[in-house]
C-alpha cells in the first residue's frame, strides 16, 4: 500500500497523560500536514511542514502540542498532558508540490 | 472565523437523482476548491478539484459548478448510487492547493434504493 499511513489507529488514554502519534506520508511527498476533526465537523488545520521545515502552525495548536518532521520523512504528533477536549480524530495528508492533499486514514484518540 | 459556509448539512436523494451540496467561501484569494468524500472511520478522499479560471469541470458523475463572483462553487452526482451515502466536505485553499486547506462543515448525504 503506497498511501499515507497512521499509527496508531485507535488510541485511549487518560487525562493528563502523554500521546505520540505517527504519520508516514507517500514517498517523494514534501509536503505534510497534520489536521484535526471532530464529530460532525470538517477537519481544522492544525500545522504543516515542507520537508523538515515546521512552515505554519494554527493557533489551535497549544502549548501542549508539537510536532516534528525529522530528515522529512514520517512526522510525529504528540499531546501532553491530554484533556478531554483533545478527544478527536487527527488526519494526516501529504502532497508533492501544488498538488492536491492525499489524507491518511487518521489517529482516533479518547481521553478519559 | 468561518470562511467556508457549507449547505445543507444533511441530504437524502433516491438512487438516480442528482444531489447538489453547495458552498460559499469568503476569501477572494483562494484560488483552488477541492472536494472531499469521507466514509465513516476513514480519512477524506480527494473526488475532484478546479481552479477558478474554469466554471465547470466533470469527472465521471462528479460536476463542479463554480461561481466566481458570487464566490460560489457547488458539487452534483449525477446518477447517484446508494454506495455514494458519504459525508462531502468542500475545502478552499491558496497558491494551487500548496497551503492548508480550510473545509467546510460538511453534507451527509443519503442515497436511498
Known amino acids: 500500500d503506497t498511501g499515507v499511513s497512521q499509527n496508531p489507529r485507535h488510541k485511549i488514554t487518560k487525562r493528563g497523560q502523554n500521546v505520540t502519534f505517527r504519520c508516514d506520508p507517500i514517498?517523494?511527498?514534501?509536503?505534510l500536514y497534520w489536521y484535526r476533526q471532530t464529530l460532525g465537523q470538517g477537519p481544522e488545520f492544525l500545522t504543516y511542514?515542507?520537508?523538515?521545515?515546521?512552515?505554519?502552525k494554527s493557533r489551535l495548536l497549544s502549548d501542549r502540542f508539537s510536532a516534528e518532521r525529522p530528515k522529512g520523512s514520517f512526522s510525529t504528533l504528540e499531546i501532553q498532558r491530554t484533556e478531554q477536549g483533545d478527544s478527536a480524530m487527527y488526519l494526516c495528508?501529504?502532497?508533492?508540490?501544488?498538488?492536491?492533499?492525499?489524507f491518511g486514514p487518521g489517529t482516533r484518540l479518547t481521553v478519559l | 472565523q468561518q470562511q467556508v459556509k457549507q449547505s445543507p448539512q444533511s441530504l437524502i436523494v433516491q438512487k438516480g437523482g442528482i444531489p447538489i451540496i453547495n458552498c460559499a467561501y469568503e476569501?477572494?484569494?483562494?484560488?483552488?476548491f477541492p472536494w472531499y468524500q469521507q466514509f465513516p472511520g476513514k480519512g477524506p478522499a480527494l473526488l475532484i478539484a478546479?481552479?477558478?479560471?474554469?466554471s465547470e469541470k466533470k469527472e465521471g458523475r462528479f460536476t463542479i459548478s463554480f461561481n466566481k463572483s458570487a464566490k460560489q462553487f457547488s458539487l452534483h452526482i449525477m446518477d447517484s448510487q446508494p454506495g455514494d451515502s458519504a459525508t462531502y466536505f468542500c475545502?478552499?485553499?491558496?497558491?494551487?492547493?500548496?497551503?492548508?486547506?480550510?473545509f467546510g462543515t460538511g453534507t451527509r448525504l443519503t442515497i436511498i434504493p
Open positions: 478546479i481552479r477558478p479560471d474554469v
Open positions: 476569501n477572494t484569494a483562494f484560488d483552488y
Open positions: 495528508a501529504s502532497s508533492p508540490y501544488q498538488a492536491e492533499q492525499f
Open positions: 511542514f515542507q520537508n523538515e521545515a515546521q512552515l505554519e
Open positions: 514517498s517523494e511527498h514534501n509536503r
Open positions: 475545502a478552499a485553499t491558496l497558491n494551487f492547493g500548496n497551503e492548508k486547506l480550510t
